[in-house]
Structure formats: C-alpha cells, structure tokens
C-alpha cells in the first residue's frame, strides 16, 4: 500500500484548497479510504471518509459543510476540498485507508491503518 498527498500550502482564513492523494496497492472501492489531520501538541483527528460499501461520506463535525471529500477509482486518486478555511484548520493531513470497516469509527478515532506522508496545510492571514 502507498498513499501519495499533494496541494498543501499556505492560505488565508475563508480560503480553499484541494489535496489529492495518489493510491496504490489496494483496490479503493474494496476499503475505505479518508483523511486525517494532526496539529502540533493535538491528537490525531479523523477528517473524513468514504465507505467502501456504499461509497457514502462520512465527515467529522468540525469540517461539515465545509470539506468534501471525493474519489476517482478508476485514477486511484482520492481528493479533499477544503472551503471556509479556519486557523484552527492548521495540520498535517494525512491520507489513508485500512480494512474494511465503517467509516464512522475511523473518523471518529482517527485511527486509520495506513497512511501517507503527509501535507502541511497553514491557514493564515
């Protein structure tokens, strides 16, 4: 399994970026796939997700309405729109998947299996 992130970078409060992650190794409509975010000094915190049963979203209470998280299996890629941006958005954010199970325990836990390298995202003015 490897998971690429890129579109990290600085921004000012209320605006938007797009991360993309590059996936392979594993089949991403066979597990659920997601991002998380650590902040320096926090504890990891699960962002979003996409059921690999359904296909259906599940994000955290602090980024609905304003992320969106998308896949395109047949690319192998995975996206996170990031809209309204907030200081408090600032992280690392991390792309990842795991074996099948609900996307509502993984956000909620932010323990995914598997992920990324990471992408810093600065939200500043």
């Known amino acids: 399994v490897q998971l690429v992130e890129s579109g990290g970078g600085l921004v000012q409060p209320g605006g938007s970026l797009r991360l993309s992650c590059a996936a392979s190794g594993f089949s991403l409509d066979a597990n659920p796939i997601g991002w998380f975010r650590q902040a320096p000094g926090k504890e990891r915190e699960g962002v979003a997700c996409?059921?690999?049963?359904?296909?259906?979203?599940f994000y955290a209470d602090s980024v609905k309405g304003r992320f969106t998280m998308s896949r395109d299996n047949a690319k192998k890629m995975m996206y996170l729109q990031m809209n309204s941006l907030k200081p408090e958005d600032t992280a690392v954010y991390y792309c990842a998947t795991d074996d099948p199970m609900e996307c509502s325990f993984l956000v909620e836990t932010g323990y995914f299996g598997r992920w990324g390298q990471g992408t810093q995202v600065t939200v500043s003015s």
């Open positions: 996409i059921n690999s049963r359904d296909g259906t979203s």
